[in-house]
């Protein structure tokens, strides 16, 4: 597996990581925790060294199986966790990142990953009733007490990276980014590497959509989120389909999956982008890997560039509520 830096921070992760959320909700039925920590290490035997989670996802469960998952191999992996929600009875329940909230999170967090310290601390959305400035000196705090090695940002807008950066050092901003959202380019692409900031991006699949295997026949389990995106409406993804067929085709004529593709086309983007997809099978994920040797020419990212221009997408990437949470 090929290694990359996150900006300027030292932080060496392999080119792909792992997003661990799927595992634990969002996606239909949770996996077993056996089954959970199983395709963990999957990802560890094919080179993945870089594993996302959040106290959320579940909520609590997936740090606490992600845990228990790396616990033999920690010293060889990184692992990114996050901050920023209040949770009551089990469920999100609005933004939180006062200063000791921030500290709470993270002693907790510890404890459920059973390790000493975290290597990447992201806050996982901006509080707009907490300034920045504050949640950075927490979180360096908690640097300089060796609890956390990292700081990171999810879902910012570039004016609040700034700040952030200005007090304690981003490692890397996690945000959405795929063939299918790429919104980031406009202005937060151009700020990362200003700073000298590491990319992660989530959802590179396009939560599954850039895999070829979702058409507007296909139906989700009633507790997959997918059925509150507009995006993933019957009527936008048969829409959508446009794209993903061509991608199918010229994914094909390269030798490769259309996973793999969108893939190795993110990778392509910049040195420092390091994307997580996620998933629940071992096979999905040695496909996912295998996508860090595909090299994409000149010729190959003007053609994709082309394709992607002249297709419109249709519905937004989150519901309403969702969507008031990112880019500030």
Same mark, same amino acid.
């Given at each position: 597996m090929q290694k990359r830096t996150l900006g300027k921070s030292g932080l060496e992760v392999s080119a792909l990581g792992f997003g661990c959320m799927g595992i634990s909700q969002s996606y239909g039925r949770p996996s077993s925790r056996q089954d959970g920590i199983a395709i963990i290490r999957s990802a560890v035997d094919v080179g993945v060294t870089f594993f996302d989670t959040a106290e959320v996802y579940g909520p609590y469960t997936n740090e606490d199986l992600v845990g228990e998952a /790396?616990?033999?191999?920690?010293?060889?992996?990184?692992?990114?966790? *996050?901050?920023?929600?209040?949770?009551?009875?089990? *469920?999100?329940?609005? /933004?939180?990142?006062? $200063?000791?909230?921030? #500290?709470?999170?993270?002693?907790?967090?510890?404890k459920r990953l059973r390790t000493d310290r975290i290597d990447l601390f992201?806050?996982? #959305?901006?509080?707009?009733?907490? #300034?920045?400035?504050d949640v950075a000196g927490e979180v360096k705090d908690l640097i300089a007490e060796g609890k956390v090695k990292h700081f990171g940002l999810s879902e910012a807008g570039a004016a609040t990276i700034r700040r952030a950066h200005a007090v304690q050092p981003v490692a890397a901003l996690q945000s959405e980014y795929s063939l299918w959202w790429r919104e980031p380019e406009h202005e937060v692409l151009p700020t990362l590497e200003e700073l000298g900031i590491g990319f992660v991006p989530f959802s590179p699949l396009g939560k599954g959509f850039l895999t070829g295997t979702i058409d507007d026949k296909t139906t989700f389990e009633p507790t997959d989120f997918r059925n509150s995106v507009p995006r993933f409406t019957e009527e936008n993804r048969k829409a959508n389909l446009a794209f993903v067929e061509w991608l199918k085709t010229f994914a094909a004529q390269n030798g490769a999956t259309p996973a793999q593709l969108a893939l190795a086309w993110l990778l392509a983007q910049k040195p420092w982008i390091v994307p997580i997809p996620g998933t629940t099978k071992r096979h999905r994920v040695e496909e996912n890997v295998a996508a860090v040797d595909i090299h994409l020419d000149t010729a190959d990212l003007r053609e994709i560039d082309r394709a992607a221009s002249q297709?419109?997408?249709?519905?937004?990437?989150? $519901?309403?509520?969702?969507? *008031?949470?990112?880019g500030r």
């Open positions: /790396l616990e033999p191999v920690r010293d060889q992996v990184v692992i990114a966790t *996050k901050f920023g929600f209040n949770i009551v009875d089990g *469920k999100m329940a609005g /933004l939180n990142s006062r $200063p000791a909230h921030v #500290r709470a999170v993270a002693d907790a967090s510890l992201y806050q996982h #959305r901006v509080d707009p009733d907490v #300034r920045i400035e297709i419109e997408l249709h519905g937004a990437r989150y $519901p309403e509520h969702l969507l *008031k949470m990112v």
